[in-house]
């Protein structure tokens, strides 16, 4: 009886079979058909080469990893390699690296202590746009890139302030602080002797010996020049007056100093404006 051999199934006649060309030609045809479909030497040598190649490129490159890690991602434009154990990697698309990050649900939506792409930092160290040209905030600036007029320091104050009641004793000082918020450097004033109706202009700035200004008389109405140590009076004359000895700049004060040279106690009785430029 006949067998089969095991790969390719051709038949084995026993030797007290007779010869059959029909099986014969059946076992050729069979072996034909597997020659066929087994590399030619041509396209072995093809193949071989394309291998020879890659495996010579993966050897020169700067790190033989990234020629793996391009295979391994050339039909994945924005996929990713994420580590899945020790040596184990899987890629993974955009929207998979997001959800493993937990970007865009509900709970990050939500969430201050993220930032946009465009803050690129920790919303903790963003400042909100409702700081913007806000007291305790942030300037903004105008179409030309520069501080608006609006959010400029103010570099000058101004004032007023009346006396009718300090009381003098005959020949003391009164030395009056007016506070001005600011680091002064000119100033000028105007003083009005509400007894007698003199007035003074005077200017000043941080150095005593420097005011200098003029005032008029009362008796005669003649203007005069006012240097430091009588720069206005509030009387008929100096050694009879009560007179604005010093006024001058002191950090952020305005120091005005006057005296009494009347022999007796008399009111300070004085109108004063005044402006200081920084």
């Not at 193949?47 to 050339?74: F, I």
């Not at 302030?161 to 030395?175: I, L, N, R």
């Not at 105007?190 to 000043?204: A, D, E, N, P, R």
Request: with cysteine; hydrophobic share 40%; proline share 3%.
């Amino acid at each position: 009886m006949s067998t089969l051999t095991t790969n390719l199934s051709l038949v084995k006649p026993d030797l007290t079979d007779n010869a059959d060309v029909e099986v014969i030609n059946a076992n050729m045809d069979l072996l034909d058909a597997a020659v066929a479909s087994k590399e030619t030497p041509t396209g072995a040598q093809t193949k071989a080469d394309v291998v020879q190649a890659n495996l010579t490129a993966h050897a020169g490159a700067a790190d033989p990893h990234t020629v793996y890690v391009k295979h391994s991602l050339a039909t994945a434009v924005s996929d990713f390699l994420v580590s899945s154990g020790a040596g184990v990697f899987v890629k993974k698309t955009l929207a998979d690296v997001k959800t493993i990050l937990g970007l865009g649900t509900a709970a990050y939506t939500a969430s201050t202590a993220y930032a946009t792409a465009a803050q690129g930092t920790l919303a903790t160290n963003a400042l909100p746009s409702s700081q913007k040209a806000a007291a305790g905030g942030l300037a903004s600036l105008g179409s030309d890139s520069k501080l608006t007029a609006s959010q400029l320091p103010s570099v000058s104050v101004t004032g007023f302030f009346t006396d009718t009641t300090t009381s003098m004793v005959a020949g003391s000082t009164y030395t009056k602080t007016i506070p001005l918020g600011l680091t002064g450097k000119v100033g000028s004033l105007m003083l009005v002797t509400t007894t007698y109706g003199s007035i003074s202009i005077i200017h000043f700035d941080t150095v005593q010996a420097r005011s200098r200004g003029i005032g008029n008389t009362p008796s005669n109405g003649n203007f005069y020049y006012k240097s430091d140590g009588n720069l206005g009076c509030a009387g008929t004359s100096v050694s009879l007056s009560v007179i604005l000895q010093n006024a001058y700049i002191s950090g952020t004060d305005l120091i005005l100093v006057f005296k009494n040279n009347q022999p007796e106690t008399r009111p300070l009785n004085v109108d004063c404006f005044w402006e200081v430029q920084a």
